[in-house]
């Protein structure tokens, strides 16, 4: 439990003295978002509409954008050998970089999409159901993207790989999540939505640390 | 069962099995497909609502099957690589991605062609559609990874990994029709209660699903051979790099009087297209499973490929 705490000080201390690496996804997500109501017009009904989808959108994308930090600077230092070396249960190390990289990328993110959230109109009632999605499938995304991350850890052509591999697993967490908004914009329960992202959540939870730290030993060999 | 397991390990064993296997396979291939090809487009009967549309079912389901059946195949291969070490799982999921890919294609492409006189438009985003169109993405994926690491032992590593994350995908795919309401018809034979579909098509789709089926064993069978025959080339570093041929294959122009009920557009680009894609995977495989058998039979050491 301490060696799980150890790893998460080490991932935020490492974060804080790249500041610049943190906030890139999240300037990234921000201009994605804003190239929708400048390409759609302003008109307040249309972005209400999609509102859902462009956030969602602009989510996913700057989450992968911060994926690239997990595990490419250890890897290429050397201090991953290390870390796998030391003995420590990779379900462990991959847990706790999961929980840096959501503490750090998916819940700046979620604060993020509630700003923009305003610029794109949307109504109060649906803020609240908006951030429990983000969070969830925040989650999820973040643990999925660490699974990929280390799949992906000694391939040529990493970066567009990734997107490549992630993204078809993605798609469910987009649709229940926008899906979870758009509810709320029409006034339909938010409850289902919300139940099937925990579920996937918790699917995610149980699955993928072991299948990333089987990864991570195969990317070392 | 235990003991033909590791009995099979080793490569030189099963490639052996498998070529006495591939005349018989081929031959039922042959037979089956060219029955079910004519039970399919002559001697069964119309649809009493779709026409002669419905003769696009006889190429779409068991192409939707296969690629659902290979994926199953190559989870299968991964997962006994990974856990068990056996290197014929690692070969036959090598092997049989690319079928797969090829069958969730065509099931795309006659799926469409057949949405578009019977639903009126081409794609929806349907759960049925949608998921296979991810399983489509997961196959691409999958030989893509496998391609992206300069080590090949690596490589199938990280892709078995990622053929079983994708597993998730298969009852989503299955149960799709089923958990949500959408276009995609539910399902008439694999359910529970028995198979609501007439014998008189039930039939011809049963024996173009089992065609399909010795179609990839014979193909895989071919695939496997090409691949062994390519590890042994590459462990010797004498893989030479110029590029396999591709084959040509022309349909021959269709006789003016099958008009299909109207519905020709559809149903004669639907077979087209399957057979065409089937006879170029064909073909490349054993074009390039001839080049590299004939290779490794050159090779001046004791052992060669019996």
Same mark, same amino acid.
């Given at each position: 439990?301490m060696?799980f705490?150890?790893?998460l000080?080490?991932?935020?201390?490492?974060?804080?003295?790249?500041?610049?690496?943190?906030?890139?996804p999240?300037?990234?997500?921000?201009?994605?978002?804003?190239?929708?109501?400048l390409?759609?017009?302003?008109e307040?009904d /249309? =972005?209400?509409?999609?509102?859902? $989808?462009a956030?969602?959108?602009?989510?996913?994308? !700057? #989450? %992968?954008? @911060? *994926?690239?930090?997990?595990?490419?600077?250890?890897?290429?230092?050397?201090?991953?050998?290390?870390?796998?070396?030391?003995?420590?249960p990779?379900?462990?190390?991959v847990?706790?970089?999961?929980?840096?990289?959501?503490?750090?990328?998916?819940?700046?993110?979620?604060?993020?999409t509630?700003l923009?959230?305003?610029?794109?109109?949307?109504?109060?009632?649906?803020?609240?159901?908006?951030?429990l999605?983000?969070?969830?499938?925040?989650?999820?995304l973040? /643990? =999925?993207?660490?699974?990929i991350? $280390?799949?992906t850890?000694?391939a040529?052509?990493g !970066? #567009? %790989?990734? @997107? *490549?591999?992630?993204?078809?697993l993605?798609?469910?967490?987009?649709?229940?999540?926008?899906g979870?908004?758009?509810?709320?914009?029409?006034d339909?329960?938010?409850?289902?939505?919300?139940?099937?992202?925990?579920?996937?959540f918790?699917?995610?939870l149980a699955?993928?640390?072991?299948?990333?730290?089987?990864?991570?030993?195969?990317a070392?060999? | 069962?235990?003991?033909?397991?590791?009995?099979?390990?080793?490569?030189?064993?099963?490639?052996?099995?498998?070529?006495?296997?591939?005349?018989?396979?081929?031959?039922?291939?042959?037979v089956?497909?060219?029955?079910?090809?004519?039970?399919?487009?002559?001697?069964?009967?119309?649809?009493?609502?779709?026409?002669?549309a419905v003769?696009?079912?006889?190429?779409?389901v068991?192409?939707a099957?296969?690629a659902?059946?290979?994926?199953i195949?190559?989870?299968?291969?991964?997962?006994?690589?990974?856990?068990?070490?056996?290197?014929?799982?690692?070969?036959?999921?090598?092997?049989?991605?690319?079928?797969?890919a090829?069958?969730?294609?065509?099931?795309?492409?006659?799926?469409?062609?057949?949405?578009?006189?019977?639903?009126?438009?081409?794609?929806?985003?349907?759960?049925?559609?949608?998921?296979v169109?991810?399983?489509?993405?997961?196959?691409?994926?999958?030989?893509?990874l496998?391609n992206?690491?300069?080590?090949p032992?690596?490589?199938?590593?990280?892709?078995?990994?990622l053929?079983i994350?994708?597993?998730?995908?298969?009852?989503?795919?299955?149960?799709?029709?089923?958990?949500?309401n959408t276009?995609?018809?539910?399902?008439?034979?694999?359910?529970?209660?028995?198979?609501?579909?007439?014998?008189?098509?039930?039939?011809?789709?049963?024996?173009?699903?089992?065609?399909?089926?010795?179609?990839f064993?014979s193909?895989?069978i071919?695939r496997?051979?090409?691949?062994?025959?390519?590890?042994?080339?590459q462990?010797?570093?004498l893989?030479?790099?110029?590029?396999s041929?591709?084959?040509?294959?022309?349909?021959?122009?269709?006789?003016?009087?099958?008009?299909?009920?109207g519905?020709?557009?559809?149903?004669?680009?639907?077979?087209?297209?399957?057979f065409?894609?089937?006879?170029?995977?064909?073909?490349?495989?054993?074009?390039?499973?001839?080049?590299?058998?004939?290779?490794?039979?050159?090779?001046p050491?004791?052992?060669?490929?019996?």
């Open positions: 439990m060696v705490f150890a790893l000080h080490r991932e935020l201390r490492l974060a804080g003295r790249q500041k610049f690496d943190v906030t890139l999240l300037a990234v997500a921000v201009l994605i978002l804003l190239l929708f109501p390409s759609l017009g302003p307040p /249309l =972005l209400r509409r999609l509102a859902p $989808a956030l969602w959108i602009a989510a996913l994308l !700057g #989450a %992968l954008l @911060g *994926l690239d930090r997990l595990f490419h600077s250890d890897f290429d230092d050397g201090s991953l050998d290390q870390l796998i070396l030391s003995g420590l990779l379900p462990l190390l847990l706790g970089k999961s929980l840096g990289h959501w503490l750090l990328t998916s819940l700046p993110m979620t604060a993020v509630l923009m959230g305003i610029f794109l109109n949307l109504p109060g009632t649906a803020f609240l159901p908006l951030a999605a983000m969070i969830l499938g925040g989650a999820s973040t /643990l =999925l993207g660490t699974t991350m $280390a799949l850890l000694g040529r052509r !970066g #567009a %790989l990734t @997107g *490549l591999l992630l993204l078809p993605t798609l469910p967490i987009a649709i229940f999540g926008a979870t908004v758009t509810a709320a914009l029409s339909l329960p938010t409850r289902p939505p919300l139940l099937v992202l925990g579920g996937i918790l699917g995610c699955i993928c640390p072991f299948l990333a730290a089987i990864a991570l030993r195969e070392l060999d | 069962m235990t003991i033909r397991f590791h009995y099979f390990a080793n490569p030189t064993r099963a490639l052996r099995v498998a070529k006495t296997l591939l005349p018989f396979s081929l031959a039922a291939m042959s089956l497909l060219g029955w079910g090809l004519w039970l399919a487009l002559y001697a069964s009967p119309p649809d009493y609502q779709q026409g002669e003769r696009i079912m006889y190429v779409h068991p192409a099957w296969m659902l059946f290979v994926y195949i190559v989870a299968a291969g991964s997962v006994s690589f990974l856990i068990w070490r056996h290197p014929l799982g690692e070969l036959i999921a090598e092997a049989a991605a690319p079928i797969g090829c069958f969730t294609a065509l099931a795309l492409i006659t799926g469409s062609l057949w949405g578009q006189p019977m639903w009126g438009t081409w794609w929806v985003w349907d759960a049925r559609l949608t998921s169109l991810i399983l489509f993405f997961l196959y691409l994926g999958y030989m893509g496998r992206a690491f300069d080590d032992a690596k490589g199938s590593r990280a892709a078995s990994i053929a994350i994708g597993t998730i995908n298969l009852p989503i795919i299955k149960f799709s029709v089923d958990w949500w276009l995609h018809q539910p399902a008439s034979v694999l359910r529970l209660g028995g198979p609501t579909i007439h014998p008189d098509m039930l039939w011809p789709l049963l024996i173009m699903a089992v065609g399909f089926k010795f179609y064993l193909v895989g071919i496997l051979r090409n691949h062994v025959a390519l590890r042994r080339l462990a010797l570093s893989l030479s790099s110029d590029s041929s591709l084959a040509a294959v022309r349909l021959s122009s269709v006789a003016p009087f099958f008009a299909m009920g519905y020709a557009f559809y149903v004669w680009p639907a077979y087209g297209v399957t065409c894609v089937l006879a170029i995977l064909f073909a490349r495989s054993a074009i390039a499973m001839r080049r590299n058998e004939a290779a490794v039979q050159r090779l050491s004791p052992q060669s490929v019996s």
